[in-house]
């Protein structure tokens, strides 16, 4: 059980606009740590998407966005293309648990 | 090019000892933190362990806090994971990761290609 709670998977259809859910709580997200996702494809090394709640490294495309309210973030992938398949993971650090935490992560398929 | 290259993974018997070594390039090492976080087969990330760029903050996961030692080493650009009493659950991909700042406590910026640990 990840302390970053996210939905096992999500899908959408070529063009179509999904969102992603990370719930935290009170030792995390609620106090104020910042949201960070990342995407991973098969395969290959997680790769940063978005950091500090709602900013892209440069590259990234601006089909990418984050947000976060309270205790929870939420990440939107619009005009979705094949290549966005993959999982995505939510990070944040835990005062509770004195170090950084994930979601268990979410596989985004494109129908 | 901003690098981080794993080094260090293998097959170990249960309860021996390994050590993981990172080598980094391509930036200024002692201005960030880093990183140790794996992945075991078919599952998610999971963060193991971070160091602060004077190594004055360290921070461990309960699964190993006790069985592993973070280091790093400014004069070589290198950071290491000492990990003892191995378990099978130890068995994973083993990321070298660098944060945005100073302080372990952000996101992750730079990843290696990781180094495979297997414990049996």
């Known amino acids: 059980q990840s302390v970053l709670t996210q939905p096992p998977s999500v899908s959408g259809a070529p063009g179509q606009r999904v969102t992603i859910s990370c719930t935290g709580s009170s030792s995390n997200l609620g106090v104020s740590y910042d949201v960070h996702w990342y995407q991973q494809r098969p395969g290959t090394a997680p790769k940063l998407l978005i950091y500090g709640n709602s900013n892209r490294p440069s590259g990234v495309p601006d089909r990418f966005s984050g947000s976060k309210s309270g205790t929870s973030a939420s990440l939107a992938v619009t005009g979705l293309l094949a290549e966005d398949e993959g999982h995505y993971y939510c990070?944040?650090?835990?005062?509770?648990?004195?170090?950084?935490?994930f979601g268990g992560g979410t596989k985004l398929t494109v129908l | 090019e901003l690098q981080v290259v794993e080094s260090g993974g293998g097959l170990v018997q249960p309860g021996r000892s390994l050590r993981l070594s990172c080598g980094a390039s391509g930036f200024t090492f002692d201005d960030y933190a880093m990183h140790w976080v794996r992945q075991a087969p078919g599952k998610g990330l999971e963060w193991v362990s971070g160091?602060?760029?004077?190594?004055?903050?360290?921070d461990y996961a309960d699964s190993v806090k006790g069985r592993f030692t973070i280091s790093r080493d400014n004069a070589k650009n290198s950071v290491y994971l000492q990990m003892t009493s191995l378990r099978a659950d130890d068995t994973a991909l083993y990321y070298c990761v660098r944060d945005k700042t100073a302080i372990p406590n952000y996101a992750m910026d730079v990843w290696g290609h990781g180094t495979t640990v297997t414990v049996s």
């Open positions: 160091i602060s760029w004077n190594s004055d903050k360290i």
């Open positions: 990070q944040s650090y835990d005062s509770s648990l004195s170090g950084s935490v």
